[in-house]
């Protein structure tokens, strides 16, 4: 709890510096983090990509070559010439000849195909053509050869040998992979010989450094009994033990990965069968030069990380101060006008967000000097207007005491309507100084405008008539009092000729979108421009004095002060033909709406 108001009480700027320096400082350690955790993981995850790339362009090499080869084989095996030869009797001339044309067909062989490095026609019978030396061990031992007698099993067809000592000691290529094949007989039925392909070390070393990353990383090949058929060390395949051979073989799967630890080192071994070949393809990678490699990473990233937090917090620092200046400012402002200096504005420097809320603000100080300026207005015409409906109600009150000692002598004397008139008078005078209130109901405000019409009628013999049209549900919503008398009183005087007896005064209530509507229109002569621009002239200039009472300008200026300048009072008139004059007020429902605009 004493943390939290801590960091309650801090001064803004320092809150802004504290979150520019979270901001900027978690996502940065964060990926940091992160990143050094899944470098192990990426180093994994490129050794495995790249191995599978190795054995995959290994594979498809490798497995190209020995096609091409054995089509060679097969294409040699199928030549006439050899296949002949321990079939026909020759003179000696004629087996030279022979033999000539076979050491041709070679030639033309190995010169067109440079990944063979020696090619030999063994035959059964003793003789040998190549286009190699040949020493005199070999001629006479080369029966007793790996690869001729394999070549001869009975179960043999073809027969690819993994990279071995050459037993053909002429070739400048001690270590070699040998693709051998019987020769038969034109009958198909004995095999007369064995032809034997050299490919040399280098051309599959070729193929196989190709995408290797790093030195120490090696690509061996395996038969299914864990034999070496080929390896990039410096050893040859026979010489040579791994026990993540026996892992790969122990796992029974022709495809997968795993990590093997050989003298302290981890080594990343990948494995894929090949059908065509039947051997399986291992790529070995030394995972401590790639660790060595992310050591550095690490390091760099952890001194980047480090740099850029410091970076961070001196940036927020000057930010934050540069940013909390100005709102400095407007809270001293603020504190003067707490005691009442509406004069304190600030200077705007800037055009961004602190600039435009420094110009608001200061806009709000002039409306503020404005609105005290405007209430105080507003105070003095309010008590103004009250006293003004105060001052109309005294005349009447005194005329009220007056004319109920005449109704009491009328109705003594039996003079029936004077003693009507005088009620009719009395009722009028009680309703408008009986409450003294800003606000009544619209059902009062109409009894009242009803007494006078009343009586207007006794005085001129009804010569005119009136038409309510009023919705009954608004009788109950409050309405300024003293509102529709005046108007009445305006139009029956000024508005129609009542000698001529064909008057018409409509007064109509209705409310539309929360606003209450009062028109009062009358078919009488109606006024110019002029005379309308007069009803509102200060003083109501032009207009009869005995007639001005509690004018239209004073009806407009009361709805104004208190509803706003939404609301007021509209007069459409034209010559001989009539006025229109039409309130808009709020729709106030009870008492306690009204107190908001008291």
């Known amino acids: ?33 992160i990143a050094n955790i899944k470098i192990a993981g990426i180093i994994d995850n490129l050794a495995e990509s790249n191995s599978e790339t190795v054995l995959d362009h290994t594979i498809n090499n490798i497995e190209y070559l020995m096609n091409d080869v054995s089509k060679l084989g097969v294409q040699l095996g199928n030549y006439q010439e050899i296949k002949q030869y321990n079939d026909m009797t020759f003179s000696n001339m004629d087996r030279i000849l022979q033999i000539k044309k076979i050491e041709q ?41 790996n690869v001729y007698k394999q070549a001869l099993e009975p179960e043999s067809r073809t027969l690819w040998s993994g990279f071995h000592e050459n037993e053909f000691r002429d070739s400048k290529h001690k270590t070699v992979m040998t693709f051998s094949l019987p020769i038969y007989s034109l009958d198909n039925s004995t095999a007369s010989g064995v032809i034997i392909l050299n490919i040399p070390m280098p051309v599959i070393n070729n193929i196989s450094v190709a995408g290797l990353m790093n030195k120490e990383d090696n690509l061996s090949i395996i038969d299914l009994n864990g034999n070496f058929m080929y390896t990039m060390d410096k050893q040859t395949p026979e010489n040579l033990e791994s026990s993540y051979v026996h892992t790969i073989l122990d796992k029974g799967v022709l495809h997968g990965n795993f990590i093997h630890s050989n003298e302290g080192r981890n080594e990343f071994i990948s494995y894929k069968y090949s059908n065509v070949t039947k051997w399986i393809y291992v790529t070995k990678v030394d995972l401590s030069e790639m660790y060595k490699q ?52 600030i200077a705007v420097v800037s055009h961004d967000e602190i600039g435009r809320l420094t110009a608001t603000y200061n806009k709000m100080l002039g409306e503020l000097r404005s609105l005290m300026e405007r ?59 009986s409450k003294q209130v800003t606000f009544v109901t619209i059902e009062e405000e109409l009894q009242l405008v009803q007494s006078y019409v009343y009586l207007q009628q006794i005085r001129y013999n009804n010569q005119f008539e009136v038409v309510y049209e009023i919705d009954e549900t608004l009788k109950p919503f409050r309405v300024l009092k003293m509102l529709l008398q005046p108007l009445v009183e305006n139009a029956l005087f000024h508005g129609m000729d009542l000698v001529k007896g064909d008057g018409l005064l409509r007064i109509s209530i209705r409310s539309d979108n929360h606003t209450i ?68 007020m709020p729709l106030i429902k009870d008492e306690s709406e009204c107190e908001q605009y008291v």
């Not at 059964?124 to 030396?133: H, L, M, P, Q």
């Not at 550095?296 to 620092?317: D, H, P, Y």
């Not at 709102?327 to 001293?332: D, F, I, R």
Request: glycine share 6%; with cysteine; hydrophobic share 40%.
């Open 294 to 345: 992310s050591h550095i990473v690490k390091r760099f990233s952890i001194w980047a990380i480090l740099f850029c937090i410091l970076l961070s917090v001196i940036l927020s620092m000057l930010l934050a101060s540069n940013l909390t200046k100005p709102v400095q400012k407007l809270v001293k402002s603020l504190r003067r006008v707490e005691k009442g200096d509406f004069t304190s504005e």
């Open 375 to 433: 209430i105080k207005s507003e105070s003095r015409l309010k008590r103004q207007s009250d006293l003004n409906i105060l001052q109309a109600q005294i005349t009447p009150h005194f005329i009220y005491n007056f004319l109920t000692t005449i109704r009491s002598i009328s109705r003594s004397q039996e003079d029936e309507r004077i003693y009507k008139l005088t009620s009719g008078l009395i009722g009028l005078l009680q309703t408008s100084i």
């Open 105 to 145: 067909y070679l030639s033309l062989i190995l010169g067109s195909n440079p990944y063979i490095s020696s090619m030999y026609i063994c035959f059964a019978n003793g003789t040998i053509v190549t286009v190699s030396n040949l020493s005199e061990y070999e001629i006479s031992h080369y029966k007793n050869f």
């Open 517 to 584: 509507i009062f028109s009062i229109a009358d078919n009488g002569k109606g006024m110019t421009e002029e005379q309308m621009r007069k009803l509102f002239a200060d003083g109501n200039q032009g207009v009869e004095k005995k007639y001005r009472g509690i004018g239209i300008k004073n009806i407009r200026d009361r709805i104004k002060l208190y509803f706003g300048e939404r609301f007021g009072l509209q007069v459409e008139s034209k010559k001989d033909e009539g006025t229109l004059i039409t309130i808009t």
């Open 1 to 33: 709890m004493k943390g939290k108001a801590w960091l309650r009480n801090l001064s803004i700027k320092y809150k802004i510096a504290i979150a520019m320096i979270m901001i900027a400082t978690v996502p940065i350690s964060t990926f940091g983090i």
